[in-house]
Nanobody
Framework: QVQLVESGGGLVQAGGSLRLSCAASGGTFSKYGMGWFRQAPGKEREFAAYVSGGGDYTYYSDSVKGRFTISRDNAKNTVYLQMNSLKPEDTAIYYC?????????????????????WGQGTQVTVSS
């Protein structure tokens, strides 16, 4: 089972940028499809972005499309989430997650139940 540790969260003003990192250990990283999810206070955890094991396919939720970019460096066992044009509604705890399946179909990649391993989360707060 892969272990995941997120970093890079913090406080930023609206319109600003942050880059989150998620370091993986304990597995063959390139075989895992990776996702970023977020959970705001009082709300359910929601999908934000997904990248396939080889990094050649990405998918985003409508709420972050065009502003966030997911990428991965398999040599460093790390997945990233570059967040630009941040809005107060992006405030949440951000989690990275790993699926044992590299390529996830449209009915799978957005579901929390698809992902077997989760990090502890990193707080992102966007002030207005």
């Amino acid at each position: 089972q892969v272990q995941l540790v997120e970093s890079g969260g913090g406080l930023v003003q609206a319109g600003g940028s942050l880059r989150l990192s998620c370091a993986a250990s304990g597995g063959t990283f390139s075989k895992y499809g990776m996702g970023w999810f977020r959970q705001a206070p009082g709300k359910e955890r929601e999908f934000a972005a997904y990248v396939s094991g080889g990094g050649d396919y990405t998918y985003y939720s409508d709420s972050v499309k065009g502003r966030f970019t997911i990428s991965r460096d398999n040599a460093k066992n790390t997945v990233y989430l570059q967040m630009n044009s941040l809005k107060p509604e992006d405030t949440a705890i951000y989690y990275c997650a790993a699926s044992r399946i590299s390529y996830l179909g449209p009915g799978e990649r957005t579901l929390t139940t698809t992902y077997a391993s989760w990090g502890q989360g990193t707080q992102v707060t966007v002030s207005s």
